[in-house]
């Protein structure tokens, strides 16, 4: 129950509720490698790096539930740019590769963590193998939403327009769901992929989206956003 709610505080943004029970949590069930995973990542958008090392390198030396940790250690790297992590995170997702065939939850997660494998090897043949095998589930209730993950795909085989479309659907389930740092980072990915499209009005909504994205990361204090955003906004400026 701790667990479940934790999850849902994390997606709110609610950082102080993410901890409070992820705390709860693991003093009843001992390490638990879901648990530690939400607090990885709540640490992680907070920019509380040698927090998030520290619960990372207990997921490390905690058995089970290895879908888990592949998916925080690719979730981390996707956040961090960092590439001792992301060394270590394609790794464990070729070493922990799900069977698709277990049931419809694992073939999702499987697909989502073979897409972000792909996004960060820029690897463009595999995004686009993976797209087509993701695109029937777009309609799937997932977190983060699957249309998100199609829309980063798209972009990496520079299908821009799919990858707007794409990225529009993800940013209204994100509004409609409240879930506001998924949003964040939905806005600066639009962001991206209107800067890189340039079409008649593309600029002018890179600006839109990239406030929203900013005005969210300042206020949750989600510092790695921030800084990523920034760095993006000198582009979006030249």
């Not at 529009?168 to 509004?175: C, L, P």
Request: net charge neutral.
């Amino acid at each position: 129950h701790n667990l479940a709610i934790a999850n849902h505080a994390y997606f709110r943004g609610d950082w102080e509720s993410a901890r409070k029970n992820c705390d709860l949590s693991l003093a009843y069930w001992g390490e638990d490698r879901r648990t530690m995973g939400v607090r990885v990542r709540v640490e992680c958008q907070t920019g509380m790096m040698k927090e998030a090392a520290s619960w990372l390198d207990k997921m490390r030396h905690t058995e089970g539930y290895n879908e888990f940790f592949t998916a925080t250690l690719l979730y981390v790297a996707l956040v961090t740019e960092s590439p001792e992590i992301i060394d270590e995170a394609l790794k464990v997702s070729n070493e922990n590769r799900v069977p698709t065939h277990r049931n419809r939850i694992s073939a999702l997660s499987a697909l989502i963590d073979r897409a972000i494998a792909a996004l960060l090897l820029k690897d463009v043949s595999a995004a686009a193998k993976v797209y087509e095998d993701l695109l029937p589930h777009e309609a799937v209730h997932w977190w983060p939403p699957v249309t998100g993950v199609l829309g980063d795909l798209a972009r990496l085989t520079k299908s821009l327009d799919a990858a707007d479309r794409h990225t529009a659907r993800a940013v209204e389930q994100a509004s409609r769901a409240n879930f506001r740092p998924t949003l964040g980072w939905l806005n600066l990915q639009w962001t991206d992929i209107l800067i890189e499209r340039n079409q008649s009005g593309d600029h002018e909504k890179a600006h839109k989206y990239q406030d929203e994205a900013l005005s969210i990361a300042r206020e949750l204090g989600m510092k790695p956003l921030t800084e990523r955003i920034l760095r993006r906004r000198e582009i979006l400026r030249a």
